[in-house]
């Protein structure tokens, strides 16, 4: 049995932290936490000094398979199978590395996070526990139409989601609207009809799986939440400023309504905020919207949507894998407050991901996923980059530690 000792813990649901904690773990699972520091007769003691524990790092959105570089969509594109994989493996390392003990990979290509998937279950060192939705269903030259899952038409999307669903999926994934990374694809526009939408997602459910939509628009939104998604991936609420001059367009377009509708049908928004720092100043186009987005955020507090933590990796240099602590500060910072920006990055976002007994609390049963920083988070959010240790499944996989998984490029 192994004891891990610290200062304080945040047990994924709070609100007061449990002084000086040991949890206690066996086979990858936690037994027991007691408060007060003693040990246990025989147990290995980790006495990992003055810091946090926290559960590892749920994080409800990324792409392992687009590299963070300028040219993300191009290098997939040119990537065989394999080097692809290799990429996807140090992206996960990245990620563990931070302390995200579990992603959910939200479009890959040939659905190779399946085989991740089935690589960090083997070797805890190797990756954080992944769930995938494998290629998000999308029109012909679509939204991320060349990750390879296009369809359209009722039968087509009902087959697709079938595919999916016998590949062992976690999550199906519809690109509700298009998004800024394709060339061709327009954010505020619905790429499907309702009844499309509709046979999605009852599919989906036929099979047990939950599903999600990448909605950047009101209307995208709106209709996501008509055809029953569980979730709505960015949500955002952004509308095209056609006119720069106009300063009394925002950008931004919430809707009380369909919130209040979110929050009374339990739909999820999986908000994608956050960026390294360091990076170039957003287009005056996004900096326009920041207000307007904070608004949003604010009415949807208030309107009492669930809300989860995702990175969004890999999509840009300023959305690395190994970024997604700057996601939970970000939305501790814009008004959600350090409770609520933990929750939503480990039980909530469990919770999100259908693994609520399993991930993002720390708690008996739960499996062993542990991360530790310097400093109260709860106090300081920012503490949250000062990670010291993490362990998966029980196992210790700091980044300075040598890391058995397979080889990376
Ligand atoms: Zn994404």
Redesign the pocket.
Known sequence: MLAIRAAKLFDGIGPELVERPVVLAEGGRVVAVHPGGSVPAGAELLDLGDVTLLPGFVDT?V?LAFDASEDAVGRLRRAGDEELLDRMRAAGRAALAVGVTTVRD??DRGYLALRLREETAKDPTAGPTVLASGPPITTARGHCWFLGGQAEGVDAIRAAVRERAERGVDVVKVMVTGGDLTPGSDPFHVQYSHAELLAAVREAHRHGLPATA?AHSAAGIADAVAAGFDMV?HCFFVTEITDESDETDTGVDYDRRILDDMARLGVVASL?LGALPGGPPPPPRIARRIPGLVAGLAAMREAGVGVVCGS?SG?FPVKAHGSHPYSVVAMAETGFGPLEALRAATSAAARACGVACRKGCIAPGFDADVVAVAGDPLADITAVHAVTAVLREGVRVDPDKPQQGPAGP
């Open positions: 959105h792409h939200l479009g990448h991936e994608t969004d999509i």
